[in-house]
T-cell receptor, first 115, second 112 residues
Framework: NAGVTQTPKFQVLKTGQSMTLQCAQD?????MSWYRQDPGMGLRLIHY???????DQGEVPNGYNVSRSTTEDFPLRLLSAAPSQTSVYFC??????????????FGPGTRLTVT | AQSVSQHNHHVILSEAASLELGCNYS??????LFWYVQYPGQHLQLLLK??????LVKGIKGFEAEFIKSKFSFNLRKPSVQWSDTAEYFC??????????FGTGTRLTVIP
């Protein structure tokens, strides 16, 4: 049981380039999410999904796209990278239901630098 | 709108000192609260959570937190810290669809 995995661990992009951050989980969790972590700002939700084919925006969605074609995978796409997207990105997953709330399990993170 | 405030940005303690990290929240719905810890170079791990019932919640590694509804607080405590507790600590509240809304974090440095 690998939990939540993310690739790559590190990435350097030039402004304007596009790329996809991969996230996978093997716990059959319905809920998956992407957060970015910036110094002094904690973690902020980018996008989330409550099941295959269902995605929605979080607090800071601009510049990012997601899709959820399978339960296991939830890739995050940067369409045209900007220096403001330099950050550490965390993927998380959990069971999902309206009540009660469920513990989220986090991946190891991807450190992205945009020059 | 929801908010989570962690007023202590950086706390420095000697080993065996007692710890209390503040967390205040603002959210109009049913309150579910979490404390997560991030050790240097690692991902976030759950320390403890409050959903309902006993407002004093015990978590892993000797940590506990008390939910005080009248004060909108969920402070984290540990009676005696160790060097291995050096980490960043995040308070969070659930907001709809299981989305976590985080505070800005408190960095704890424990001096041996």
């Amino acid at each position: 049981n690998a939990g939540v995995t993310q690739t790559p661990k590190f990435q350097v992009l030039k402004t304007g380039q596009s790329m996809t951050l991969q996230c996978a989980q093997d716990m059959n969790h319905e809920y998956m999410s992407w957060y970015r972590q910036d110094p002094g700002m904690g973690l902020r939700l980018i996008h989330y999904s409550v099941g295959a084919g269902i995605t929605d925006q979080g607090e800071v969605p601009n510049g990012y796209n997601v899709s959820r074609s399978t339960t296991e995978d939830f890739p995050l796409r940067l369409l045209s990278a900007a220096p403001s997207q330099t950050s550490v990105y965390f993927c998380a997953s959990s069971y999902w239901g309206k009540s009660p709330s469920y513990e989220q399990y986090f991946g190891p993170g991807t450190r992205l630098t945009v020059t | 709108a929801q908010s989570v405030s962690q007023h202590n940005h950086h706390v420095i303690l000697s080993e065996a000192a007692s710890l209390e990290l503040g967390c205040n929240y603002s959210y109009g719905g049913t309150v579910n609260l979490f404390w997560y810890v991030q050790y240097p170079g690692q991902h976030l791990q759950l320390l403890l959570k409050y959903f309902s019932g006993d407002p004093l919640v015990k978590g892993i590694k000797g940590f506990e937190a008390e939910f005080i509804k009248s004060k909108f607080s969920f402070n984290l405590r540990k009676p005696s810290v160790q060097w291995s507790d050096t980490a960043e600590y995040f308070c969070a509240v659930i907001t709809g669809a299981n989305n976590l809304f985080f505070g800005t974090g408190t960095r704890l440095t424990v001096i041996p």
